[in-house]
């Protein structure tokens, strides 16, 4: 197994909060094995809950315990500067991702600014259904569609392979090593 191919199920590992031991990655030969395996292990459900309302939540309730926000003044659009103590960002920053219980976390910029796309607790919201998948799903299973975003996710950012089909075999068809 070369480098990019153990990355890569690292990255899987860890995205679906799952331990794949050495003799099962052998046998992972397509982008389709590696689907199948994740839904055996994690559990399928038949709909996909939506995460980024979860992650929304409990957004909303770590800032409501931890800043003594008002539930009413925070909306998907709400912006973090409006929400989070002027003072010490960094540190109320990781406040804030502790009590969410997530372990993906949007990073602050060099200068301690909110990126673009994190700067409304809906924006977080986005980033956490994306990245910290696994730590909203829950006790819910898995739909086979979250588990192909997942892995294709995986797959480009990973391995950079953008366009693939699910039969085609990691080393002879898309030159993994």
């Known amino acids: 197994m070369g480098l990019d191919s153990v990355e890569f199920v690292l990255a899987t590992e860890e995205a679906f909060q799952i331990a794949i031991p050495d003799d099962d990655a052998q046998k992972l030969l397509t982008p389709g094995d590696v689907v199948d395996y994740v839904l055996a292990r994690v559990g399928s459900a038949p709909d996909a809950a939506c995460l980024e309302q979860r992650a929304f939540y409990r957004l909303r309730r770590a800032s409501m315990r931890l800043f003594q926000a008002e539930r009413s003044a925070l909306k998907p659009g709400t912006r973090w ?82 366009n693939f089909r699910w039969d085609q075999q990691f080393v002879r068809d898309l030159g993994v090593d």
């Open 81 to 162: 500067e409006a929400v989070l103590p002027t003072r010490d960002t960094r540190h109320n920053w990781r406040f804030l991702h502790q009590a969410t219980g997530v372990p993906q976390w949007p990073r602050l910029t060099l200068l301690g600014k909110l990126p673009t796309a994190v700067q409304t607790v809906g924006g977080t919201a986005r980033y956490l259904a994306t990245e910290a998948t696994a730590a909203l799903k829950g006790e819910t299973g898995w739909s086979r569609d979250e588990v192909e975003t997942t892995v294709a996710r995986l797959m480009k950012e990973q391995l950079g392979i953008k």
